[in-house]
């Protein structure tokens, strides 16, 4: 999965419940939740013609919201990891929507690119983009990441695409 390095990801606890949902706890104790909670009625309508494709939207978050994050390369090995779990299934598209809660969208957007560009992804393609609102001077930092194996793709990657130009 990775790229030149033997970094070993942490162990991937796989939860019950009616997402894919996973949890980690890091070398400094610290737990993590890993989530890909289906989204595609939200973003994608009956217009969209992507066929049986599951679009998830990635969600990663201490457990504990008071930790501060330590710098832990074995956490991004770990997110990689687990990505390539949800879109081993063709039919999956993931869809990464950064936090803007404290502003720092944009740090949180560059490090999954970074993230992302660090990584060998066969068959895998990223797309970005921006939810922009009229309501608001705010924007989202969006990705898509597909399998290019789907046979629906094109259709998501366009009808992504499409909803990044709406939104403006």
Known sequence: ??????????????????????????????????????????????????GDTEILE????????????????????TLAT??????????????YICDKSDGKQAARSKLFDKWYKNYSWEMIEKHDGKLVYPDSPESEHVSLIVNTKNPFANNVIEAFSFIMESDK
Do not use: C, W
């Open 58 to 77: 990635f969600q990663f978050a201490p457990i504990d919201k008071g930790i501060r994050p330590i710098k832990d390369l074995r956490i991004a090995e």
């Open 82 to 95: 687990s990505m390539k779990n949800v879109l081993s299934v063709k039919e999956n598209a993931i869809l």
């Open 1 to 50: 999965m990775s790229g030149q390095s033997e970094i070993i990801p942490y162990d991937l606890i796989s939860q019950e419940g009616t997402e894919v949902s996973y949890t980690f706890i890091t070398e400094h104790n610290i737990q993590y939740v890993v989530r890909y909670v289906s989204s595609t009625d939200y973003y994608f309508d009956e217009t969209s013609d992507i």
